[in-house]
């Protein structure tokens, strides 16, 4: 039997991507490609009547990369109504912190942007924060999980304060975090206050469907939760070795919580608990794009970037 062959065939994406990364009008190009494709607009009005400014000496484009729109008179450019808008860093440099932040399974760390693009470190620290803000899921229009959904939570960061505390992290100055995964599907984390009954179970149903068949391992904070959901509740019980019966376990959720912590300690090596949230928005984008390919991933992340911007409460 003839084995089926990967497809190997090359997004064209990834060969605009170096090119976006080196030259400043190529990474502008690319965003407004992927912001209006063919059809660019007034992001003022929305009228399709406008043109790129030209330099008025040398005819070539604006060095402002600035539009125009001949219905409102206003003046844009590709960066207005973006996580980028008001950003005085060059437009590659954002294409480059995008492709890595899209293509790094486990993070990529300011610093290393910061030697890569030869900026501050305060700059690459604005610049991710602010591809992360990008990557937030909506969760007022996102899909709620269905079918198995596996829920867990774990401790993410911190040190034990004393000597003989248990490794899962409760006494400790660990962050908890609650995950939901569905299966073959989507996956849901957050930060969570602690991990009673009361805050984990109303964690799950912010973000499971009703219909939805719950899965968990022994901890009690979970019981009495399948009689809310029309597909009940499972457990395996970890304390006496059973981590599978028939499809009842917690892998996925388990799986992708080892993600989270090698990225932590590998890449990061410590988050702080107020701004854990972030971190896991770039987390379960990733995770949620898995099936993508790179350049696909990229693109998606890019427009996921209109709309938002992320600001700051004045000291």
């Not at 009940?232 to 304390?239: A, F, I, K, L």
């Not at 090596?269 to 854990?276: A, G, T």
Request: charged share 30%.
């Amino acid at each position: 039997m003839e084995k089926k062959r990967h497809n190997l065939s090359k997004s064209p994406l990834i060969e605009q991507i170096p090119a976006a990364c080196s030259n400043e009008l190529s990474a502008v190009e690319f965003f407004e490609e992927q912001r209006w494709g063919s059809n660019p607009c007034c992001v003022k009005c929305g009228s399709v009547e406008v043109y790129k400014m030209a330099d008025a000496k040398t005819g070539e484009r604006n060095s402002r990369y600035v539009w125009r729109c001949r219905d409102c008179k206003e003046q844009y450019t590709v960066r207005i109504g973006t996580v980028y808008e008001e950003s005085r860093l060059p437009m590659r440099h954002w294409a480059y912190a995008f492709w890595r932040a899209c293509t790094s399974k486990k993070g990529v760390a300011a610093l290393e942007i910061k030697r890569h693009c030869q900026i501050s470190y305060k700059s690459a620290l604005f610049l991710m924060n602010r591809i992360r803000f990008a990557m937030a899921p909506d969760l007022e229009t996102a899909p709620l999980l269905k079918g198995p959904v596996e829920v867990d939570e774990t401790y993410v960061g911190g040190k034990p304060r004393y000597r003989g505390i248990s490794k899962r992290g409760r006494g400790t100055s660990k962050t908890p975090v609650f995950a939901a995964v569905e299966r073959g599907g989507d996956i849901r984390r957050h930060v969570v206050a602690d991990v009673t009954g009361r805050t984990l179970k109303a964690a799950i149903r912010q973000v499971v469907d009703p219909r939805a068949r719950i899965i968990s391992d022994e901890n009690s904070a979970y019981n009495g939760i399948g009689k809310e959901f029309a597909g009940g509740h499972e457990s395996v019980c970890h304390s006496a070795r059973e981590y599978a019966r028939g499809d009842v376990n917690t892998n996925t959720a388990e799986s992708s919580f080892a993600l989270v912590k090698r990225g932590i300690i590998g890449v990061y090596h410590n988050v702080s608990r107020e701004y854990l949230y972030r971190y896991l928005w770039q987390f379960d984008f990733v995770w949620n794009s898995r099936k993508l390919n790179d350049g696909e991933r990229i693109v998606l992340a890019v427009k996921s970037a209109e709309g938002k911007r992320l600001m700051y409460k004045a000291a």
